[in-house]
């Protein structure tokens, strides 16, 4: 395929983006938590495309992007009146919620299951394009399957060159990773199935039962058939570096980073950290937000810099730091050190 095509945020940029996708054809677009690599969701042959870009195993469902709770109805049934509750609160924004899909969503969309992950982004560029198109848009996250998802343009293009007809630079995402996964289970009960952005106390606002799903929390890799969310079970967010997750504080942090002997190591530590770090570091913030928002283009950046082993310091464990910990975990292929 030929070089991917640059499109603006402009008002002909965002018609052309919405032809090349009422044309079958897969384009990069801009969201508020990473950029995702769209396709008309009712196209069978537009969405196979994505999974070819990706290099995406089939069994991995894509979330469907809408731009109205209408839109929502149309692919979606037997809709809990908790949705709405919560779609009031939370949309749009980074929640993804997991309903009884009607006929109209092609199996290729929810790799053979009978749900559909449904979304409606914040980042109005992409509800532009979805309004435009007047279908919703599914859309994995733009990177190789694999690799650390992509949070600005320049990502997208360093991994989908020569792969999808055109992105939409929309600058960097504001979030900066991928959305809350919930299912429901019964009146009142939901389940996370992938933290993110909006926390267990968020939700726990709107609905009493809110249930960690085990996979989030455990130090251990998933056994495969115990993942209620199939894209759970693949190796994840990876950087090509090997990476160490150091559960420590930052005195037993900086002590096990002097005792590795590695070429071309590098710490992945926090802003206020710095000051009293004498080896090669780069940082990613210092509240959890910032963490959230720059970990992705931090371990990108590990690669570009030739970094073999990246030993990163652990967030806490709640909040938002529930969700970088997460992507950090399976970063580092379950690899975590404590003393
Ligand atoms: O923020 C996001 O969610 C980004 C942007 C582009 O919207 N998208 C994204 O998509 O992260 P993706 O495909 O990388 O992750 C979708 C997750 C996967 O873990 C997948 O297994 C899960 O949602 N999922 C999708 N449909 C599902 C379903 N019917 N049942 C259970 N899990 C589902
Ligand atoms: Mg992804």
């Known amino acids: 395929m030929k070089e991917i095509n640059c499109l603006s945020s402009s ?26 690599l769209a396709a008309d969701a009712t196209n069978e042959k537009a969405v196979a495309k994505i999974f070819e870009a990706k290099g995406r195993p089939a069994d991995n469902p894509l979330i469907i992007h809408v731009s109205s709770i209408s839109m929502m109805e ?8 908790v949705v709405y509750r919560l779609a ?3 949309w749009p924004g980074p929640l993804t919620m997991i309903l009884p899909k009607r006929n109209n ?15 409606m982004p914040e980042n ?63 009146y009142d009960s939901l389940r996370i199935l992938r933290p993110g952005f909006i926390t267990p106390e968020q939700l726990n606002s709107i609905v009493d039962d809110v249930i960690i799903d085990k996979n989030i929390t455990s130090d251990e890799a998933p056994e495969v058939k115990e993942v209620l969310s199939p894209g ?22 900086k002590k096990y980073v002097s005792e590795q002997t590695e070429q071309d190591s590098c710490s992945l530590i926090f802003d206020y950290d710095a000051e009293n770090f004498p080896y090669n570091y780069m940082t990613y913030g210092s509240t959890p937000e910032e963490q959230a928002q720059q970990l992705f283009e931090r371990l990108r950046e590990a690669d570009k810099k030739g970094i073999k082993t990246l030993y990163v310091r652990a967030p806490r464990r709640e909040g938002i730091g529930l969700a970088v910990y997460n992507r950090l975990i399976r970063a580092a292929g379950y690899e975590v050190v404590e003393s």
């Open 232 to 253: 759970m079970k693949y190796k994840h967010y990876s950087p090509k570096a090997r990476v160490i997750l150091v559960r420590e504080g930052f005195e037993l942090f």
């Open 11 to 36: 008002d002909s940029d965002l018609e052309a983006a919405a032809a090349l996708l009422r044309d079958g054809e897969v384009v990069g677009l801009p969201t508020e938590t990473v950029y995702g």
């Open 124 to 186: 109005e560029i992409m509800r532009k394009v979805i309004d435009l198109v007047g279908k919703p848009l599914a859309a994995p996250s733009a990177n190789l399957s694999g690799s650390p998802s992509p949070t600005s343009a320049q990502h997208v293009i360093d991994d989908m060159n020569g792969r999808i007809a055109a992105v939409v630079d929309g600058g960097r995402c504001s979030v900066g990773l991928e959305s809350t996964v919930i299912s429901f289970e019964g």
């Open 74 to 81: 149309e692919y979606a049934e037997d809709i809990p009146s």
């Open 88 to 90: 009031e609160k939370f």
């Open 105 to 119: 969503v092609p199996y290729i969309v929810t790799g053979g299951l009978e749900t559909v992950a449904v979304r």
